[in-house]
């Protein structure tokens, strides 16, 4: 009996365990910061999600300064072709939907702010994701401008939102609180909360389906590690650290043979760097003075400028961290308390780790059989092109000359071959030996 009750409870739990999900769940994301890649794989994977769990609908949480116009793109595309509803809702207070952030706003089935926020500035200021790096110059801007007016004027007309505002958020980058976006029917709901937000959607007709979000679960769909890293090192801060990274690397196993460990850093780190490059806007006179500044630093090790170079190095690698990135958007902008230390660190670690690398290299060779050439020393024996020995420091080698050498006679090592040494006579060098002209005139 008892058997038969403890199966019957597990049958039970299993089958609760595999039902699907409430038709009363909501599910809910978050996204904050920059609008970038990593955003619209995370949004993709949230509307698969919450479609699998035949969720209400799909709320996304959005506070934003920008982003980068073709995951903007993409985001939009997703929300228009979903087929499960989605919510954007601009909160918490203080937030905003601002540049990228007012496309997917208005792209929304239904548009919710709290109160305190803010949506507008749409005017598109950089192309981003191109992977040129190259400013555009006016007619490029002109064209990209024309573009998004025009991209921004179909979400609303196909959602029913404001066609002339919106226009203008784009145009004249105007930016409105969530109480005159209500006004202006740019949005759809003003709300506290989530709680909130949730009562005033409960019995909204979206798409032909009525809403029950009044008592509803609310299931969370996070960031997966793999998104917040991504989320994390498309930021021109991490681009830049990953660029030094690489310099020091590369630079420091060229000049220090051997090391491996801060090579293979630096190659790693270098392909990151490329990787990045294809998805931020990078000014490429940024690259080009840092690229001299890199010149300059080595030079300085080989030229006697006194550190006049590295001093020039260091200005031009500074000018050059500061136009690497678009600095029109606050999230493409280096911060001075970055740049600065970074440009100071660099140009001391080649005045000081680099150029002692570098000089060691040109040094003679002071250990070794290498040593034994141009060495001057006594014949042990006579040496023709037969053979013969020399004593060099407690050693006996093999010795040659194409020039017959008497026992006890100077000469001069040329050429190592294995165990023999190649040798000439001194006299062939100075005329006469000097050693045997003073033995002969000592008293």
Known sequence: MMRRRLGAAFVVLCAAWSAPASAQTVCHISVDGAIG??????????????????????????????????????????????????????????????????????????????????????????????????????????????YSISFIESIAARRGRNVSWARSAVRDSVSITAEEAKELGVIDLLAADMSDLLKQLNGREVGGKSLATADTRLVEIPMTAREKAFQLMWRPEVLFILMLVAIYGIVGELSNPGALFPGIIGVIALVLVLYLSAVLPINIAGLLLIGVALLLFVADVFTPTHGALTVGGVIAFFLGSLMLFDRAEPFYRLSLG??????????????????????????PVRAGPETLIGQVVPALTRIDARGGKLLIEGETWNAVSDVPIDEQERVRIVERRGLTLTVRPMTDELGADPWKNFSNHSP
């Open 338 to 363: 970055m740049i600065a230390p970074a440009s100071l660190l660099t140009g001391a670690f080649f005045a000081f780790v680099v150029g002692a690398g570098l000089r060691a290299q040109f040094l």
């Open 37 to 146: 890649p990593a955003t619209s794989g995370y949004i993709s994977r949230a509307l698969t999600e919450a479609a699998e769990q035949n969720a209400q609908c799909l709320v996304i949480r959005l506070d934003t300064p920008g982003g980068l116009l073709d995951s903007t793109k993409t985001i939009v595309q997703l929300l228009l072709a979903a087929e499960l509803p989605v919510v954007v809702y601009v909160a918490p207070g203080g937030a905003s939907a601002t540049s990228a952030g007012c496309f997917i706003t208005l792209a929304a089935d239904v548009a919710a702010m709290a109160p305190t926020t803010t949506i507008g500035a749409a005017h598109p200021v950089s192309i981003g994701g191109g992977g040129g790096g190259e400013q555009p110059d006016e007619t490029m801007k002109q064209k990209v401008a024309n």
